[in-house]
């Protein structure tokens, strides 16, 4: 009896992240090729590739929006972002906050990307940051078949 209980657990588990798994894969496809999308639209053809690959794709977001952002961080947005990256991959076990730096840039650049895209930027950026970034691959997918507004 107690076999067929924890075989029914550990089937459960495999169910649930193998679905997990599933709806991880789309998500990024979807996210890649929405990032893809509006790379070309910004001109940046020569770098749409890296819409493709994990880290430099958020990478990839921040150069799109490297002459928008603040003056005083103009140019400098991609090299902030990783050594964001890197410090929080090597120090988020001695500085936890670490951690959430990444995103946080990953949600700026993001939001000077709807601003081009949407008339509610604010709001886009207020549901990426509630589901932690989740929205971000539908998000950027919609965006990536729209044509800007500006």
Same mark, same amino acid.
């Given at each position: 009896?107690?076999?067929?209980?924890?075989?029914?657990?550990?089937?459960?588990?495999?169910?649930?992240?193998?679905?997990?798994?599933?709806?991880?894969?789309?998500?990024?496809?979807?996210?890649?090729?929405?990032?893809?999308?509006?790379?070309?639209?910004?001109?940046?053809?020569?770098?749409?590739?890296?819409?493709?690959?994990?880290?430099?794709?958020?990478?990839?977001?921040?150069?799109?929006?490297?002459?928008?952002?603040?003056?005083?961080?103009?140019?400098?947005?991609?090299?902030?972002?990783?050594?964001?990256?890197?410090?929080?991959?090597?120090?988020?076990?001695?500085? +936890? +906050?670490?951690?959430?730096? +990444?995103?946080?840039?990953?949600?700026?650049?993001?939001?000077?990307?709807?601003?081009?895209?949407?008339?509610?930027?604010?709001?886009?950026?207020?549901?990426?940051?509630?589901?932690?970034?989740?929205?971000?691959?539908? !998000?950027?997918?919609?965006?990536?078949?729209?044509? +800007?507004? !500006?």
């Amino acid at each position: 009896m107690e076999d067929s209980v924890v075989f029914a657990m550990f089937a459960g588990f495999m169910i649930f992240f193998f679905i997990l798994g599933i709806i991880s894969i789309i998500g990024y496809i979807l996210m890649a090729i929405g990032l893809f999308n509006i790379a070309k639209k910004f001109g940046m053809k020569d770098k749409a590739w890296l819409a493709w690959v994990p880290i430099a794709n958020m990478l990839l977001l921040t150069m799109l929006v490297e002459n928008d952002v603040h003056e005083s961080i103009r140019g400098k947005l991609t090299l902030i972002t990783g050594i964001a990256l890197v410090s929080s991959i090597l120090l988020a076990w001695l500085i +936890p +906050p670490l951690y959430f730096l +990444p995103v946080i840039f990953a949600l700026y650049a993001f939001y000077f990307v709807a601003k081009r895209f949407s008339k509610n930027e604010v709001a886009h950026v207020v549901i990426a940051a509630i589901t932690g970034g989740l929205s971000l691959c539908i !998000q950027l997918f919609m965006f990536g078949r729209r044509e +800007p507004i !500006q």
